[in-house]
């Protein structure tokens, strides 16, 4: 059943135009950085977006340029673990594990999960009381799991809510998901 959803939803995704996927992530960066949450926040932890993702790219270079400390992660593939570094400029990223943009060895600044103020959170498929498919790792699950004390707020376009998710006992919630067109406060 994940897994259906899983390959649906990536499909719908990849069938974005640029132009779609560019418009609906400016409006869902607006709505993000309108959040108290978000405004309060001094060090957030950011997906760096690929593969069709909510575009963040243009929100981390914002908030570089509005002082805010951000962190991104990098994939630890042999632990699946995320190792969670300071990024001071977006040319310390270079592409990674899974294609995914990362910071390069030289440039990791491991940081404190629990220095962290506010987690975003990507995903494949989400629901409204706060349940997540993600690519199947488990690695934002084992990292929420982590910093269960931690607000954190998970990126999609609308077309990525469902109904309801079977989760799992290994399966961790998030509390709020921001699509283009609303802000889910997840009821769980």
């Not at 910071?103 to 989400?126: A, M, N, R, T, Y």
């Not at 509390?175 to 802000?183: G, S």
Request: proline fraction near 2%.
């Amino acid at each position: 059943m994940k897994d259906e959803l899983r390959k649906n939803i990536l499909q719908k995704r990849k069938d974005l135009s640029k132009i779609e996927l560019m418009e609906k992530s400016n409006r869902i960066k607006n709505r993000l950085f309108e959040m108290n949450d978000f405004r309060e926040a001094q060090t957030m932890l950011f997906y760096v977006s690929y593969n069709n993702e909510v575009y963040t790219h243009e929100m981390i270079k914002e908030c570089l340029s509005n002082r805010k400390k951000v962190i991104v992660p990098k994939s630890d593939t042999t632990n699946n673990t995320l190792i969670i570094s300071e990024l001071t400029d977006w040319d310390d990223l270079e592409l990674g594990a899974y294609n995914i943009l990362e910071p390069k060895e030289q440039s990791i600044i491991e940081v404190d999960i629990d220095l962290i103020d506010l987690i975003i959170v990507p995903g494949v498929v989400f629901d409204i009381y706060g349940n997540r498919i993600g690519h199947g790792k488990g690695y934002y699950d084992r990292l929420l799991k982590r910093a269960s004390n931690i607000p954190s707020i998970g990126l999609a376009f609308e077309f990525q809510i469902v109904k309801k998710i079977d989760a799992e006992e290994h399966d961790e919630k998030i509390d709020v998901i921001i699509t283009e067109d609303r802000t889910i406060v997840c009821n769980w």
